[in-house]
């Protein structure tokens, strides 16, 4: 089993930044990609920024310029520096990662953590 847990959601003021954890545990062969997601209330989840194996990223254009996606040393660990905050930038992100397991070494499986709450004010 695999489980993603993330960390470092909390308030921020507008212009405010945070810094955003995940991490990766459990029976993982290998990583392809990592990323970030957000779902506000009413809203649907939406893509916020990936990170590959390669160290490629993929960002939304809104949040291109002030939020940064990387990777720790264990590549087990993904992390989402959000700087400039706006008041939309308020939802619940959560950690993905499509990763191969010992259990499926030739299928890849789409992982999400619980998520964590962001919220900016004004």
């Known amino acids: 089993q695999v489980q993603l847990v993330e960390s470092g959601g909390g308030l921020a003021q507008a212009g405010g930044s945070l810094r955003l954890s995940c991490t990766a545990s459990?029976?993982?062969?290998?990583?392809?990609?990592m990323g970030w997601y957000r779902q506000a209330p009413g809203k649907q989840r939406e893509l916020v920024a990936t990170?590959?194996?390669?160290?490629?990223?993929n960002y939304a254009d809104s949040v291109k310029g002030r939020f940064t996606i990387s990777r720790g040393n264990t590549k087990n660990t993904v992390y989402l520096q959000m700087n400039s905050l706006e008041p939309e930038d308020t939802s619940v992100y959560y950690c993905?990662?499509?990763?191969?397991?010992?259990?499926?070494?030739?299928?890849?499986?789409?992982?999400w953590g619980r998520g964590t709450l962001v919220t900016v004010s004004s």
């Open positions: 993905n990662a499509r990763l191969f397991t010992i259990e499926t070494p030739f299928r890849s499986l789409g992982v």
């Open positions: 990170i590959d194996s390669g160290g490629n990223t």
């Open positions: 459990g029976s993982i062969l290998s990583i392809l990609v």
